[in-house]
Structures are given as C-alpha cells and as structure tokens.
C-alpha cells in the first residue's frame, strides 16, 4: 500500500531542536525499485493555511526551502525516508507537519501543493 508515515513530531522549547521523519513507499516498484521523486514537507498552523517549507528530489538532492526556515531547518532523504532537521525552533514553528511525495518539480513549485500526490497524516511540532 502506498504511504507516507510521519514520526518525530513533538512539544519542545523556543531555540530547541526536532527532527521529522517520514517512511516513504511510494514510487516503489517490485524487487525494490524505487522511481526518482520528490519528497516535501509542509506545515498548517491553526487559522492559516498549509504552505511548504522544504522540498528534495530523491535523485541527486536538489532541494528548496522557504525563505523563513532556511539557515535553521534541513531536509535530507536516505533509505527512503525523508528527514527534517529543524534546529532553532521558533514559536511561529508551532504547525502540524506533512509529508508529501511527488513526480517532479522545479524552483518554487517544489513548495506547491499541486506538486505532489501523496500526503501523510501529519505529525504535531509545538514550540512554547
């Protein structure tokens, strides 16, 4: 069955640091083949909407990241499971975070919803 599953997620102090994981098997084949694809993640804060927040291509690592995030969090993706490195959390942090996977993108659409076909359930980050 094809899936993201998010775990890492939790309550943590301003300037602390989480890591999120996600196992991925979509774009998997038989025999353990698995197609070059994208993997994001993305977070929804109560009363705004979801936007996207670091995005890799599995296949030699490009990645995108929004503005906001991007000295304090990192996005990496071994043995199909993508990773967040989020260092320096700000209460502003506070969101429930999604993973995402898609076919392909480039630049800013690597952040855009209409990139990706698959999602996870989410995982809960809070900053106090």
């Known amino acids: 069955d094809v899936q993201l599953v998010e775990s890492g997620g939790g309550s943590v102090q301003a300037g602390g640091s989480l890591r999120l994981s996600c196992a991925d098997s979509t774009y998997t084949y038989s025999a353990g083949y698995y197609s070059p694809h994208l993997v994001g993640w993305f977070r929804q804060a109560p009363g705004k909407e979801r936007e996207g927040v670091a995005s890799i291509y599995t296949s030699g690592g490009r990645t995108y990241y929004l503005d906001s995030v991007k000295d304090r969090f990192t996005i990496s993706y071994t043995g199909n499971t993508a990773y967040l490195q989020m260092n320096n959390l700000k209460r502003e942090d506070t969101a429930i975070y999604y993973c995402?996977?898609?076919?392909?993108?480039?630049?800013?659409?690597?952040?855009?919803?209409?990139?990706?076909?698959?999602w996870g359930q989410g995982t809960q980050v809070t900053v106090s």
């Open positions: 995402a996977a898609g076919p392909q993108a480039f630049g800013a659409t690597m952040l855009s919803e209409s990139a990706y076909n698959y």
